[in-house]
């Protein structure tokens, strides 16, 4: 067998496997490549990929001591459709929210809102009440599936909002009474009841709203990329061929050595971004994987798992790899059955890869960047390709995408030169909610601006270099600079305030701030913390805060120069206290952030 390239092992498979068949279609005045005989939905794969999964009977779903064949997680998703058309009158286009941790309820409700044609509208769990209130108004979802921590922050909102609130696992039977919050109804309690679990036969058309999931932007609040089914279908469909055409691309004697072994993912980010639900629980239905959860991410029961359950696949944020690596040592662990292991949501230090390579000899270490807005489908690098260019963000996933360098003025530029990354495919998002200025701006002619900056080579290798959004990407989770910033500004003793990355060795970056404090006032890194805990969840409290009482530096235009705020802060010397003096700047390290990946309930 010929080692190939990935273009031509994609030309290959596309023109003699008929699932990966091309063809066009027009979306929204667009014309885009599709797969031609993929699934018209998302419930349609569900059931079109079941002999994938032993015709149903191999396990699928494993949470702790709860195991799930594949049959019946879809007969109790269809439970749950039974209850949400029946008890809830919800219909296609109807917003069901899910706000809670990796719980196996989180995938059988959203199955069970996929089947029926309504939307899922994603909260990120880790939310405050008001972060909640905002995205449940945006949405106009009614009904909300949350577990017992949520609820807590969801019950104030219940009577004004007009929400039924559904309680998971600790929010079940009447909710958490050491959270404090009530659910009216009980998520077991709507499985004993459901009448039937036949499938759904309402009527789902490809272009479809499946899912709205919020992704910080450049503004305060964040934005809902509203997803349809034929965006979900087409980005899965895309890992998948990539998955299938990369033994193609190896050394045949490497490819034979291999033990074929059942496929198993481990999932260990949170079910609210793309990460979790598209490249681990949406293409384990294709690859006919066995799928297991971990609520809360711990190195020690990583190691457990994929020991336990033969885990041959994971995805995680970089942080999380690493700590993998380092856990596995420590235990004299080799992870043998480890087949994969991925990266998103921030870039690898690149020397990290060698290490994970070292670490892993088995398995092949790969990196990818993609957006919400594209449901999570972009650029990927993997094996050797990776370790020989640990920098780089990769090539395109073939074989419907398209790509484009472009300069502020919308001008493509040359190999080498940096612009911004702009990408084009049926996987793009339909729009922001209720923003079609936001839209317009991000969505021209079917090219998506990603607002991120990098260059491409004459091999089609893309290096990321830059960010144009004011985003923070703190262990995998994004952060607006603007949403810290108008938390901080609710503080009487501030008068203005910048928000910034600053580098950190685990996570990659955490939240800095640079405050001018009002005249004749004052307040420490603790106060100011726990002043912010009650408007922004807690990854998003700054670690480290430099007070001053100059003017905070400006640009040409008299607008905050964030870049240059960030510089001077970074290069000032560090004092041991939290108050400010009369000038200069001083560091301090916040108590806000702790939990991050790990924190919160």
């Given at each position: ?7 031509q ?7 003699t ?15 885009y ?105 945006d ?146 239905i294709p ?75 088995k398995a ?119 949403d ?53 969840a ?27 705020l960030?510089q ?21 390290g916040?108590?806000g ?9």
């Amino acid at each position: 067998m010929t080692v190939m390239t990935m273009q031509q092992a994609a030309d290959h498979t596309t023109s003699t496997d008929p699932r990966f068949e091309l063809d066009h279609a027009t979306i929204r005045g667009v014309e885009y490549p599709i797969f031609k005989n993929a699934p018209v939905n998302l419930r349609e794969m569900f059931l079109l990929h079941r002999p994938a999964h032993g015709d149903g009977k191999d396990d699928y779903l494993v949470y702790e001591d709860d195991r799930w064949t594949y049959d019946e997680f879809l007969n109790d998703a269809n439970r749950i459709s039974d209850a949400l058309t029946r008890q809830f009158n919800i219909g296609p286009g109807d917003r069901v929210a899910l706000a809670m941790r990796n719980y196996p309820e989180l995938l059988l409700t959203l199955v069970a809102t996929i089947n029926i044609g309504a939307v899922a509208v994603f909260l990120n769990a880790w939310w405050t009440s008001e972060e909640l209130d905002y995205a449940l108004e945006d949405s106009g979802a009614k009904l909300v599936f949350a577990d017992g921590a949520r609820l807590q922050r969801l019950t104030p909102l219940a009577e004004p909002r007009g929400l039924k609130i559904v309680g998971v696992r600790d929010g079940d039977s009447g909710g958490n009474a050491n959270a404090g919050g009530t659910a009216e109804f009980s998520f077991s309690s709507l499985l004993e009841q459901a009448q039937s679990t036949s499938n759904p036969t309402i009527k789902i058309d490809p272009e479809d709203d499946f899912a709205i999931m919020y992704s910080s932007g450049t503004t305060g609040h964040p934005k809902g990329v509203v997803l349809t089914h034929r965006g979900a279908v087409s980005a899965i469909y895309c890992w998948w061929i990539t998955q299938l055409i990369i033994p193609m691309t190896l050394d045949p004697e490497v490819v034979a050595a291999r033990p074929v072994r059942p496929q198993a993912g481990l999932v260990v980010t949170p079910l609210f971004h793309v990460t979790a639900t598209h490249s681990m629980f949406l293409l384990s239905i294709p690859m006919g994987a066995k799928l297991v959860l971990m609520y809360k991410w711990d190195t020690a029961d990583a190691v457990r798992l994929i020991e336990q359950e033969e885990v041959t696949r994971m995805v995680g944020v970089p942080t999380q790899t690493a700590e993998l690596m380092e856990e596995a040592k420590r235990q004299n662990a080799e992870l043998p059955t480890l087949e994969f292991l991925g990266s998103g949501g921030a870039k690898r230090p690149p020397n990290q890869v060698g290490e994970l390579h070292d670490a892993f000899p088995k398995a092949s270490i790969s990196t990818g960047w993609g957006m919400t807005e594209t449901n999570a489908i972009g650029i990927g690098l993997v094996g050797e390709d990776y370790v020989a260019r640990p920098g780089s963000a990769g090539k395109l996933f073939p074989p419907i995408q398209a790509l484009k360098i472009l300069d502020d003025e919308g001008v493509e530029v040359p190999n080498g030169e940096v612009g911004e990354i702009t990408v084009k495919s049926a996987a793009n998002m339909r729009c922001y909610l209720n923003k079609p200025q936001a839209t317009a701006e991000v969505l021209q002619d079917g090219w998506l601006r990603s607002g991120d900056l990098g260059w491409v080579d004459d091999e089609g290798f893309v290096t990321i270099v830059d960010r144009k959004k004011n985003i923070i990407i703190r262990g995998g989770e994004n952060i607006a600079c603007l949403d810290v910033e108008a938390a901080l500004h609710r503080h009487p003793a501030v008068l203005e305030a910048g928000a910034f990355a600053v580098p950190h060795q685990r996570l990659g970056e955490v939240v800095g701030a640079g405050i001018q404090l009002r005249p004749d006032q004052d307040v420490n890194a603790s106060a100011l913390s726990e002043f912010l805990a009650s408007h922004i969840a807690a990854y998003k409290i700054p670690e480290h805060y430099w007070f001053q009482c100059d003017d905070l530096p400006r640009g040409a235009t008299d607008k905050l120069d964030r870049r240059a705020l960030r510089q001077q802060c970074l290069t000032s010397e560090k004092s041991d206290s939290g108050e400010s003096g009369e000038s200069g700047i001083g560091s301090v390290g916040g108590v806000g952030g702790v939990g991050g990946e790990r924190g919160g309930a």
